[in-house]
Structures are given as C-alpha cells and as structure tokens.
C-alpha cells in the first residue's frame, strides 16, 4: 500500500470552478475533474511564468511531483478542449497558504488564507478591532517598519 500523497500548499481558489461550452447544458456533458493543486500548477506555471523548481518550492512538493501535477492537469485541460467536455475545479490533496499578520496595539497575530482579506492598512484585528495592522513573515518578523501599505518617502520610492 503506497502512501497518503503529501497535501500541495495553494496560494489561490477559483471563484468560478465551473467551464463548459457554449450552447450545451451541463447536464449533457462529459467532466474533466481538475483537482485544485492542478489548477496551481497550471497557474504558477503557465500564468505566472514562474520556473518548475521555484513552482515546487512554493507549493511545497518535489520537482516531480509538480511535474505529475502539471503534466495532468495539461492533460484535462486539452482534453475537456478537443473533446468539448465541461471542466470542473475541485477537490484534491491541498492546504491553503495563510497569511500571517499581527497588530500593534494589543499584539495579536492572526492568519487569512491568501485571496481573502485586505492588505494590512484596511484590516482590523479580530481580538481589539484596532486598524494598526502590519503583515509578518513565518518567523513573525516585520515586512518593513510602517503600517501595511504604508511607504516613507525616500529617493528610490517617489
């Protein structure tokens, strides 16, 4: 028995998860079943032109793996295209990435998938609902010293 395959860590979920073509009811159609970490591959690849390796790295799975992942979800793709079949996004073995950020009045961390929320400047902590916000990396340091969104005025930044 081989083992459980190692959830891929996704950075976006589509909001639409359905296509099909034009002038057929779904209910006629064959599906394609696009898994959701095909569908980031397909995205970190082919949209956001990101190199293999840097792909696996940010999905958190070997350079195999994600060539497994992108390798089928082509496959679908092209095949619900030639063959006009609808094509559904879902399901899968997948964690969402999470976004870390921490409030500077009752200092609170909190985390929000990514695609969900604001940025920092128009988010409040969900224990003080103060709207002192800043976003911080895994290890809890700081991007920056200012608020989300906000930028001194140097000579490189305007």
Not at 115 to 133: A, F, K, N, Y
């Amino acid at each position: 028995m081989g083992r459980p395959p190692k959830r891929r860590r996704v950075g976006f979920l589509p909001n639409i998860t359905a296509f099909k073509p034009a002038g057929t009811p779904l209910r006629d159609l064959e599906e394609e079943i696009l898994t959701i970490e095909e569908f980031e591959a397909i995205r970190l690849k082919d949209l956001e032109g990101f190199q293999q390796e840097e792909c696996a790295e940010i999905m958190q799975i070997s350079r195999p793996t994600f060539q497994r992942d992108l390798t089928s979800a082509r496959e679908k793709i092209a095949r619900a295209l030639v063959e006009g079949r609808a094509l559904r996004i879902e399901g899968g073995s997948y964690r969402v990435a999470m976004r870390k950020f921490n409030c500077r009045i009752c200092d609170y961390d909190f985390e929000i998938p990514f695609g969900e929320g604001g940025q920092g400047i128009e988010m409040t902590c969900p224990q003080c609902r103060g709207r002192s916000v800043q976003r911080i990396d895994h290890k809890g340091h700081v991007f920056g010293n200012m608020p989300w969104g906000h930028r001194k005025r140097g000579k490189n930044n305007g």
